[in-house]
């Protein structure tokens, strides 16, 4: 977030009629912050959006301590959520013991206050491999002993209607290769619920259509 | 799935005792308590670590058949096509997918392939960002 000087330095470049470039340029923003700003200015005189509320929502976030706290221990615990949807993070927040149900912040500004507590997306990378190399040795010294024929393993697995088409044969000289397209015949999406073991191959399996979706997840 | 036996050898325990799987979000935790109600030992998987499963391999076994299935039979319905995939997975595929996973785990365990143990030089190491620290 830009602090409110640089803010009134981009208004006043623009009343001194200043090209846009140069204003950008010396202000370190973009353009279309330094749109807003003037807008906003020409608006109702402030380079804020309201100016009853100025900038308090990341404020609240900066400096409402708890939060910072919090999200403190859950980037050096857990900081591989950090890779997933955002919303992962909000919901193990608020199963945090002192949690307030109206954390000071959203997705977007979430990115600014991990870096004011000092974790940038190398450092969560690098105590997110840490972990993970430390999880896996430890689940492997636990699974070791365990025979292969005491283990189920479960898991689901989705498989898009595209992808139960595979087309063969060679493509004519000269023409694009059908099998590498996409094929456009509607098919019906399948999740499959699956638990295998050693003894028996397929242990249990459930076959569930389902609709049309962006990614396994949904 | 069987109950585990407290106290009883890993070669005393009857099969399909412990459950294995990711950490995916959907999955969820009171289905967890009520399978822990029941006797079964959860077992989950360490994050991004699908190379430890032997389901992974299974899948990409079961995406095949399920093309081969709709190339060579389209008029079979849908979900048959993706039953007949997953029966049609041999049982000793699966034991070999089982046993590719258990190499790959002895392979993250230094006591087994650090230097001067019985596993050294056996198993192909792992990439140097993966390599635990030596004992």
Same mark, same amino acid.
Do not use: Y
């Given at each position: 977030?830009?602090?409110?000087?640089?803010?009134?330095?981009?208004?006043?470049?623009?009343?001194?009629?200043?090209?846009?470039?140069?204003?950008?340029?010396?202000?370190?923003? #973009?353009?279309?912050?330094?749109?807003?700003?003037?807008?906003?200015?020409?608006?109702?005189?402030?380079?804020?959006?309201?100016?009853?509320?100025?900038?308090?929502?990341?404020?609240?976030?900066?400096?409402?301590?708890?939060?910072?706290?919090?999200?403190?221990?859950?980037?050096?615990?857990?900081? *591989?959520?950090?890779?997933?949807?955002?919303?992962?993070?909000?919901?193990?927040?608020?199963?945090?013991?002192?949690?307030?149900?109206?954390?000071?912040?959203?997705? #977007?500004?979430?990115?600014?206050?991990?870096?004011?507590?000092?974790?940038?997306?190398?450092?969560? *990378?690098?105590?997110?491999? *840490?972990? #993970?190399?430390?999880?896996?040795?430890?689940?492997?010294?636990? #699974?070791?002993?365990?025979?292969?024929?005491?283990?189920?393993?479960?898991?689901?697995?989705?498989?898009?209607?595209?992808?139960?088409?595979?087309?063969?044969?060679?493509?004519?000289?000269?023409?694009?290769?059908?099998?590498l397209a996409p094929d456009p015949r509607p098919r019906q999406r399948f999740s499959s619920i699956v638990a295998i073991s050693h003894n028996t191959g397929i242990l249990e399996l459930t076959v569930n259509e389902v609709p049309p979706a962006q990614c396994g997840d949904d | 799935m069987n109950g585990y036996v407290p106290g009883a050898l890993w070669e005393d325990q009857p099969p399909h005792r412990v459950l294995l799987y990711d950490n995916a979000s959907v999955h969820n935790p009171v289905a967890d308590e009520i399978l822990t109600l029941n006797g079964a030992l959860l077992l989950h998987l360490p994050p991004y670590s699908p190379n430890l499963s032997s389901i992974e391999p299974t899948f990409a076994d079961y995406k095949r058949n399920v093309r081969d299935l709709t190339y060579h039979h389209p008029e079979l319905p849908d979900r048959l096509t993706h039953v007949l995939a997953f029966?049609?997975?041999?049982?000793?595929?699966t034991q070999g997918h089982y046993r590719e996973a258990r190499r790959e785990l002895w392979r993250h365990l230094p006591e087994l392939t650090g230097p001067g143990r019985p596993l050294q030089g056996v198993l192909p190491p792992l990439p140097i960002e993966l390599a635990p620290p030596q004992p």
């Open positions: 977030m830009f602090p409110l000087a640089v803010r009134w330095q981009v208004i006043r470049n623009c009343q001194r009629g200043l090209p846009w470039d140069s204003i950008v340029l010396h202000a370190g923003c #973009s353009l279309a912050e330094a749109h807003e700003w003037w807008e906003n200015f020409q608006h109702h005189g402030s380079p804020w959006g309201d100016d009853a509320i100025h900038d308090r929502h990341a404020d609240a976030a900066r400096f409402n301590a708890p939060f910072l706290r919090a999200l403190d221990g859950l980037v050096r615990s857990h900081p *591989e959520i950090f890779f997933r949807e955002l919303s992962s993070i909000f919901k193990r927040l608020a199963v945090l013991p002192d949690s307030d149900e109206r954390w000071p912040t959203s997705s #977007s500004s979430l990115g600014e206050v991990l870096r004011l507590i000092g974790f940038s997306v190398k450092k969560v *990378e690098r105590l997110a491999g *840490e972990r #993970s190399l430390a999880l896996v040795v430890a689940h492997c010294r636990l #699974s070791r002993h365990i025979p292969d024929r005491c283990m189920v393993v479960a898991d689901e697995t989705h498989i898009h209607g595209e992808a139960m088409i595979r087309l063969r044969g060679r493509s004519l000289v000269g023409q694009p290769l059908e099998a | 029966a049609s997975i041999p049982l000793a595929t």
